[in-house]
């Protein structure tokens, strides 16, 4: 061989050697990049995820706000139609305490119930207080009261006169009760 031949040959030795060394580093060079590439789309899913979990927050409360202003305007459209049925539903109610026979006891206790369904199908509620039951002042009267000797029974309810109507969270028409009354014995001198 040449001196020539044998320079070609060392040169083209060379150059693949080159060659070969830059294959693993610009591959090394490509996986750091696609590495970084991936980290970067990751955060960004992340920070995606995170737009999206908020903006499913705020429709979420947009659409609660949407049925409870609805709600409301319901209750305020359906209002006086809820006060008739209470009117209806203590007239029953009359009927069925008075009512002669038990068969039209029955029957005016069933309408009384249906009415009440109606009454709570449209936003509203009955108040009827218990016995014993302390007595609440936004949706109860105190139609009369009573002594008792029991400080323990102070404030509560000793009989219900009629039942109240509540609406929308307001207070239509008070329960009408009799609430007792502890007055401390007079000491004697």
Do not use: N, W
């Amino acid at each position: 061989m040449t001196e020539s031949a044998a320079q070609r040959t060392d040169a083209s030795a060379q150059s693949e050697a080159r060659s070969a060394e830059l294959v693993p580093d610009g591959a090394a060079h490509t996986m750091a990049h696609l590495v970084e590439s991936q980290a970067r789309l990751g955060e960004r899913i992340e920070d995606l995820g995170r737009v999206i979990a908020r903006q499913a927050a705020t429709i979420e409360r947009l659409t609660d706000a949407a049925r409870a202003r609805a709600e409301q305007g319901r209750a305020g459209a359906d209002l006086p139609l809820i006060v008739e049925l209470f009117a209806l539903h203590s007239d029953a109610a009359a009927c069925a305490t008075t009512a002669e026979s038990v068969r039209e006891r029955d029957a005016f206790a069933a309408i009384t119930s249906r009415i009440e369904r109606l009454i709570i199908g449209r936003g509203g509620g009955l108040v009827t207080p218990r016995a014993d039951d302390a007595f609440d002042a936004l949706t109860m009267e105190a139609a009369d009261t009573t002594k008792t000797d029991d400080p323990e029974l102070d404030r509560t309810v000793d009989s219900v006169i009629r039942t109240g109507l509540i609406v929308a969270g307001r207070s239509v028409r008070p329960a009408g009760v009799v609430v007792r009354r502890y007055r401390a014995p007079a000491s004697a001198p």
